[in-house]
Nanobody, 115 residues
Framework: QVQLVESGGGLVQAGGSLRLSCVAS????????MNWYRQAPGKQRELVAG???????TYVDSVKGRFTISKDNAKNTVYLQMNSLKPEDTAVYYC?????????WGQGTQVSVSS
């Protein structure tokens, strides 16, 4: 089992920044992949960014150059640094872990970007 706890969401003006954190109950180094998803009202959940156990990062095109995913193995924490935020980034952001073929989810944190 992997428990995930997100934090760092909030309300920010367009152009602003937020950093989301996801603390895992086990070493993130041992987890195959850690991901950030988001779900806006009336839309499907989408994968925003992911990072492998080896540290390789991937991003959805809409956030490339603005968002950065990283992890701190010593703190069992994955981060999502979000810069140049846009109103269309408004969503609930979820941390996701893939470990031994299973997926685990956090409870989500709300990010709201005002224009």
């Amino acid at each position: 089992q992997v428990q995930l706890v997100e934090s760092g969401g909030g309300l920010v003006q367009a152009g602003g920044s937020l950093r989301l954190s996801c603390v895992a109950s086990r070493s993130v180094f041992s987890i195959n992949a850690m991901n950030w998803y988001r779900q806006a009202p009336g839309k499907q959940r989408e994968l925003v960014a992911g990072i492998t156990s080896g540290g390789r990062a991937t991003y959805v095109d809409s956030v490339k150059g603005r968002f950065t995913i990283s992890k701190d193995n010593a703190k069992n924490t994955v981060y999502l640094q979000m810069n140049s935020l846009k109103p269309e980034d408004t969503a609930v952001y979820y941390c996701n872990a893939v470990w031994l073929g299973k997926e685990f989810w956090g409870q989500g944190t709300q990010v709201s970007v005002s224009s």
